[in-house]
């Protein structure tokens, strides 16, 4: 069975950076896609970035430039590097992979507060 394990979540304090990683196991093949969706408290779940296993990353214009999302297809990992981070990015951070079915990981807080 497929499991994704989120890290990295805390308290940061504006302006600051902080990593997340995800480590998929139960499995034996390359996720197509990997990424990490977030949802604050009272809004829906949204995209933050993507990535293919051929290198193609996709970004919600609200952290572009901000964060960097990468991925070691050996080790079926994911990473969100989050650099001069708001308030705003304050949410629930899921994991996110795919191949033929879609998978989720349990999410890890992440606050943004001085």
């Known amino acids: 069975q497929v499991q994704l394990v989120e890290s990295g979540g805390g308290l940061v304090q504006p302006g600051g950076s902080l990593r997340l990683s995800c480590v998929a196991s139960?499995?034996?093949?390359?996720?197509?896609?990997m990424g990490w969706y977030r949802q604050a408290p009272g809004k829906e779940r949204e995209l933050v970035a993507l990535?293919?296993?051929?290198?193609?990353?996709s970004y919600a214009d609200s952290v572009k430039g901000r964060f960097t999302i990468s991925r070691d297809n050996a080790k079926n990992t994911v990473y969100l590097q989050m650099n001069s981070v708001k308030p705003e990015d304050t949410a629930v951070y899921y994991c996110?992979?795919?191949?033929?079915?879609?998978?989720w990981g349990q999410g890890t807080q992440v606050t943004i507060s001085s």
């Open positions: 990535m293919t296993s051929g290198g193609t990353t």
């Open positions: 139960g499995i034996i093949f390359s996720f197509n896609v």
């Open positions: 996110y992979a795919a191949r033929k079915t879609n998978h």
